[in-house]
């Protein structure tokens, strides 16, 4: 049904209850109850016309229900855009919608007399006197989300960007969509990116942590009014980065800011990607969860930029290539620990600043004149630099899957006399270890394997290093045969730890279903499938028995508690977050998923493996339970980089259990690990009385 349809059948169909309204034993037989009860009361009567909108809808009520919502969003468009009127129509949508939440939750097509529902909910609004479309204030906070995206695309309409509307859609026409594109191009181009860039900075520095080195960019979610929309930073600055020297001569950035930030965040709206309230309040089936997982990928890209802390960068790459020989020349003609005290000096705390930093071929020379010239600048220009064309040259649609940003495959731009820029120190350092990866992988045939067992190696040692304990090893249980990579063993808790290289691509940055869904099979699902067989096997018989190198040792329960971590070696964004984590597994509980391009068909298949491998494990875990709460909430999705961060204040395994434990029952909305540790260490830090 589209909203039209809906218009019709109400303006159709009128509310009967009205003669009776004063009188309950009138109002019991008008909804078919016993007019001679003994105790009467209006809730009696609400609640009978709650029941007569469910027999009217006899099948499919939970996408009736969902139809409902549907609605609502198209209504409130109309209303903003085209100036359609709300009322009767929100709040008989609002009373349906309420009589259907609490029915039977069958899903499928929708059977049954929209008109007897339809005047069902008129005569429950005429007796409630409840009507929030006659609140607006109430109506714009609850809905917040929906009215900031209409707002946003009126506002783009009066600047002359049409925007179309369709059942369940809004979005810019597409010749509006690529003329507003072009003006946000060109007005970047005629402040100049890098000005642009310093601006962005200066803007954002308030956000700047300075312990975890990085800026908290995250959604305003907010439990009672929904938010405000937000400027799309991270897009912004692929744009800077594309066009940091512009056209010049420059116009003025004071008067043409405000035209860029309001353009800019209007459009970022109406892509509608933003989340207004917490994931925390929404239930997903396997396509709805579908849906939000490309949101999340949009939205990182569009209101976020990757980040690393720069203290952190050579840590991680000695520890990935610590299976190369650190003094031998590459083809290249440079050894890497030349590029790490280059990398080593650009990271260095002179270029420790908010937003972009020139640095010269010179400056390099004098800080390290123990390595030749010749290397140095090969380093920095073929390693380390962008291409003279610059990065992001195809990039201009957020969501383009064909033109993507590549920004952060090399952390350095190319500028006149032999000068590099860094744009920003945190929002490069993670091209540092993809352009040396990028400049290393073409002359080692097993590259990424040995990089990753390098890397569980090294996350060990990490461990060690801050007391505490870990195993690895494999074992083999009832028949099954397991490799465990890591096992972090504190006394309260099991920690099984499962590593994988796999990144996620600039495809499904860019919000690709398909290039999402093989990204995390690769990483988050291989890894909790590997867990969840370690934590069955060990529950089964109490302890394993992990072999390596010849020796074993024995790993008991002993009556503790088993947490189950993924962990990729570079961040996820929001993938990480343990409330979306949650829902994508409860969500596909029961679900298998496909690809319309048959060459995908073998990848697919293995995914399908992989969730079949979870849910098995789902049911022996929960065998002859008649309900099962939180089945997931052992399981986490962390990165390498965020592991470092957890281990800052660690001295023992206790302590480590005791910093993940702050992030495991408090969440902010941010979808953001980052900010909940930090947010985490703020509050103990201000808790702490003084001695």
């Known amino acids: 049904m589209e909203l039209q349809d809906f218009r019709e059948l109400v303006d159709g169909t009128s509310s009967e209850i009205g003669p009776f309204k004063g009188d309950l034993e009138s109002l019991y037989t008008y909804v078919g109850l016993d007019p001679h009860a003994t105790v009467q009361q209006l809730d009696t009567v609400r609640n009978a016309l709650y029941g007569r909108m469910r027999q009217a809808i006899s099948s499919g009520q939970r996408e009736a229900g969902q139809l409902c919502r549907r609605l609502k969003t198209d209504l409130i468009r109309e209303h903003v855009l085209r100036g359609t009127s709300l009322r009767p129509y929100f709040g008989v949508l609002d009373h349906l919608q309420d009589g259907l939440r609490n029915g039977e939750s069958s899903a499928g097509e ?62 810019l026409e597409e010749k509006s969509e690529f003329a507003l594109i072009a003006e946000l191009e060109r007005l970047v181009g005629q402040l100049g990116g890098l000005n642009v860039a310093r601006r962005i900075f200066l803007e954002i520095a308030p956000l700047y942590d300075a312990g975890l080195q990085r800026y908290h960019l995250g959604p305003n979610v907010s439990m009672t009014d929904g938010g405000v929309p937000q400027v799309p930073w991270g897009y912004l600055l692929q744009l800077t980065a594309k066009h940091i020297d512009g056209q010049r001569p420059y116009v003025a950035l004071v008067p043409h800011w405000p035209r860029l930030i309001q353009l800019a965040t209007a459009f970022a709206a109406v892509v509608d990607v933003q989340p207004y309230i917490p994931t925390a309040w929404y239930t997903f089936d396997a396509k709805g969860i579908l849906k939000v997982l490309q949101e999340q990928a949009i939205y990182d890209s569009l209101f976020r930029f990757l980040q690393l802390r720069g203290t952190d960068v050579l840590k991680i790459c000695r520890g990935a290539l610590s299976f190369l020989d650190m003094t031998a020349i590459t083809p290249g003609g440079w050894s890497l620990n030349d590029a790490f005290e280059v990398i080593e000096f650009l990271l260095s705390p002179p270029h420790d600043v908010r937003g972009p930093v020139l640095v010269s071929t010179m400056d390099v020379g004098r800080a390290l004149p123990h390595i030749s010239r010749d290397r140095t600048t090969t380093i920095l220009r073929d390693v380390l630099a962008h291409a003279n064309n610059g990065p992001n040259a195809s990039f201009s649609h957020p969501t383009d899957g064909s033109n993507m940003a590549d920004f952060y495959l090399k952390p350095l731009i190319r500028r006149p006399g032999n000068a590099y820029l860094i744009l920003d120190r945190s929002m490069c350092s993670w091209g540092y270890i993809e352009a040396l990866f990028s400049a290393l992988r073409g002359h080692n045939k097993h590259f990424d394997d040995n990089v990753g067992h390098a890397i569980e190696r090294f996350v060990c040692a990490e461990f060690t290093n801050h007391g505490v304990t870990v195993a690895s090893g494999d074992y083999d249980v009832d028949g099954r045969h397991g490799e465990c990579d890591v096992v972090v063993q504190t006394p309260k808790t099991l920690i099984f730890m499962e590593l994988k290289k796999k990144s996620l691509t600039r495809r499904a940055r860019a919000g690709s279903d398909v290039h999402l869904l093989m990204d995390l099979a690769g990483s988050l699902l291989d890894a909790q499938a590997q867990a969840g067989w370690h934590d069955l096997s060990i529950k089964s018989q109490g302890f394993l028995d992990l072999e390596r190198n010849g020796s074993t040792e024995r790993i008991s329960l002993g009556g503790r508690s088993v947490e189950r971590v993924a962990v990729g070696m570079l961040d996820f964004g929001s993938f990480q977050d343990r409330i979306l984590l949650k829902h994508f597994f409860e969500a596909t509980l029961n679900a298998s998923f496909g690809a319309s391009d048959p060459g995908l068909a073998d990848r697919f298949e293995e995914i399908n493996r992989t969730l079949d491998e979870i849910r098995e494990q789902y049911s022996i875990a929960h065998k002859d339970e008649a309900e099962v ?17 957890l281990l800052d204040n660690v001295s023992d395994s206790s302590s480590f259990r005791e910093a993940l434990w702050d992030c495991r029952h408090i969440t902010t909305g941010k979808s953001d690990l980052y900010f909940e540790i930090a947010n985490m260490r703020r509050v103990r830090s201000s808790s702490q009385v003084p001695s």
């Open 110 to 171: 929708i059977v049954g007399d929209w008109q007897v529902a339809i005047r069902a909910a008129r005569d429950h609004l005429e007796i409630s006197g409840w009507d929030i479309s006659g609140d607006p204030a109430n109506l714009e906070r609850v809905y917040a989300r929906e009215f900031a995206v209409s707002r946003a695309a009126k506002f783009l309409e009066e600047q002359g960007y049409k925007a179309r509307l369709s059942p369940d859609f809004i979005a």
């Open 629 to 645: 709460h939180f089945p997931f909430f052992n399981c986490w999705f962390v990165s390498v980089p965020q592991l470092l961060v």
